[in-house]
Each structure stands twice: as structure tokens, then as C-alpha cells.
């Protein structure tokens, strides 16, 4: 949550990324499954989680390149 200098107003940045080396060092990451908020954390609280889809997808990522 940022405040905006020019109006005051507070924003929410966000970033929808499907390559996990460009989120690796955000705040908070949100994994949304079918709709459904899945899993919440930083990077190292999600590749730590056993069988998480987190860790199963930045896992098969990084072995294809």
C-alpha cells in the first residue's frame, strides 16, 4: 500500500507474473487456483511448503530452462 504523492490516494500495487524470477523478491505472493486463494507468503515461506503448487510449478519451471 503506497500513498500517491499527487492525489493523496492510497494504491495497491500488483504484479501478475508467470515467471517466478520476476516475483522472487515481492512482499507477499498470491497463488489463486481455480479462482480460489490457494496459498499466501513470500517466496521462501511457498518453496518451502511440501507439495504446495507454489513450489511444484517454480520446481518445474526452472527445470525446463
Known sequence: LK????SGKFVFPMEISVCFAAI???DKNIVIDHGTVAETGRHEQLIAKEGGIYKN???LQFELM
Open 57 to 59: 510449478l517454480s520446481t
Open 3 to 6: 500513498k500517491q504523492p499527487s
Open 24 to 26: 522472487r523478491n515481492a
